[in-house]
Each structure stands twice: as C-alpha cells, then as structure tokens.
C-alpha cells in the first residue's frame, strides 16, 4: 500500500512517534529497563510522572481486588493467572500499537522491521555526526545543515 510520503516518509514519520513515544515513557532506549517506563505508568495514578509507595499499594491493592473473582481477599494461582494474562496483554497491545506506525490494526514488514531501519539510521547519524565533529574541529563553525 502506498502513501503520498512514500514509503520513506512514513518510515520517518513512524520513527518520530516511536522515539516521541519512547521519551514519554521515560527513555530514549525502549530496550533498556523492560517495561520500566509502562509500570511507571500503570501504577502513577495522578499522572504526575512518578510514583508513591502509596499510589503503588493504592493500585496494587486495586488489582487484588478486581480479580479475586471468589472474593475471599486473597488472589489464589487462578486469580493470579487472571491478573498476569491481563497484564501480558496489556503490554502485547501496546507493543502491537508500537509497532502498527500508521494504526491500522496490522504489522506491515516494514513497521515490524522499522527498529532494524532506525538502527540503522542512528549508526549513520553516528557517522555523520563523528564527520561533523572532525569539520568542526577543522574550521572552527558548526554545521548544522543536513
Ligand atoms: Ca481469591
Ligand atoms: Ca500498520
């Protein structure tokens, strides 16, 4: 399927939200500290961007008690398995939604090659910028045109 941009454009466009998204789930790399920055989100329930050790118990709390199913205060293996599928799924969609750049529901090739493009891009950003800094150091200015 083609888009006006052309398959470039959208790549770019699809890289921006990304690492846009990766900012505000605290963090460049999405890779580093697994699910850090949506546990973070899922326990920060005023949206203040961190979390108390009581909005923590708050929210844990919450989550006992939405699935003990049976009611008997305690979460048995079943009721846990519950929880955890819920939670798996959670972080299943929302790396789906991750991955699906455009949102049309579906993982094209290249939305799900995307971050191979992206390092791809960063190591010749990498390159550049190692070019640019040898310039600089030549004649003094900075470039900044690209
Ligand atoms: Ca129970
Ligand atoms: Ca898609």
């Known amino acids: 399927m ?4 052309g398959p470039e454009m959208m790549g770019m466009m699809g890289m921006m939200k990304r690492m846009h998204g990766e900012m505000m789930s605290g963090g460049m790399m999405g890779s ?3 699910m850090g920055g ?3 989100q899922m326990f920060d329930a005023d949206g203040d961007g961190t979390v108390t050790p009581d909005e923590m118990r708050t929210q844990l709390q919450a989550k006992l008690t939405e699935f003990d199913s049976d009611g008997d205060g305690a979460l048995s293996i079943a009721e846990f398995e519950t929880l955890h599928s819920a939670m798996i799924r959670e972080m299943m969609v929302d790396k789906f939604q991750h991955l699906d750049a455009d949102g049309d529901g579906a993982v094209t090739a290249e939305e799900m090659t995307a971050p ?3 390092m791809d891009r960063m190591e010749k950003m990498r ?3 190692g070019m640019m800094k040898d310039q600089q150091e030549d004649n003094g200015t900075m470039k900044t045109d690209n």
């Not at 083609?2 to 941009?5: A, K, P, R, S, T």
């Open 127 to 129: 390159a550049k910028m």
């Open 116 to 118: 191979a493009e992206m």
């Open 32 to 34: 580093m500290g697994p």
């Open 38 to 40: 949506n546990m973070m």
């Open 2 to 5: 083609m888009h006006n941009g």
